[in-house]
């Protein structure tokens, strides 16, 4: 699957099927974090791949706006030094995550956010300078997922040309 047509059918899942992600499906994804660029290099991240299902569903516990993680067979837990670029690096490197495992078939979402996953750092041994910005939970949807089917506000109003409100037709 080429980059446009992962970016343009991706969805959220929140339900997975209970099928082990390959290593090798689970490198790639980890690597496409790794190889994201950020501000100055400074690369101020850190990618806990858990497998374990004990800890799986100790996430999922501690996760409120994302309980779901519970049965997903792989969650990366993204960390961040407390820098001033880490939280967009960060995402970047979490959006081609999410875009490589969908090219593989494998789905997932975005859970938590700086402040919201406290609870996690004791369950992984996260040092204190070090926060948790999200849990990504990866797992081969449960369900035919409609591919492509997003409801978007149409391009007219969120996108324009050389000025705001410019019709970018």
Request: zero cysteines; aromatic letters at 8%; proline letters at 6%.
């Amino acid at each position: 699957m080429d980059v446009f047509e992962a970016v343009r059918t991706a969805l959220a899942v929140r339900e997975y099927k209970d099928e082990a992600v390959p290593a090798d499906t689970v490198r790639r994804i980890v690597e496409a974090a790794h190889l994201t660029a950020s501000a100055s290099n400074e690369q101020p991240w850190h990618f806990i791949v858990v497998e374990d299902r004990d800890t799986i569903h100790q996430l999922g516990s501690l996760a409120k706006t994302g309980p779901y993680i519970a049965q997903a067979p792989l969650a990366v837990v993204v960390g961040v030094e407390k820098t001033r670029f880490a939280e967009s690096d960060a995402s970047r490197a979490i959006q081609s995550m999410i875009l490589t495992a969908w090219a593989e078939g494998v789905g997932s979402n975005w859970v938590g956010f700086t402040g919201m996953l406290g609870g996690v750092k004791p369950v992984l041994g996260i040092p204190d300078e070090i926060d948790v910005l999200a849990i990504i939970p990866f797992g081969y949807p449960a369900q035919a997922v409609g591919k492509g089917k997003k409801q978007r506000k149409p391009a007219s109003r969120v996108v324009s040309r050389n000025r705001f409100g410019q019709p970018f037709e």
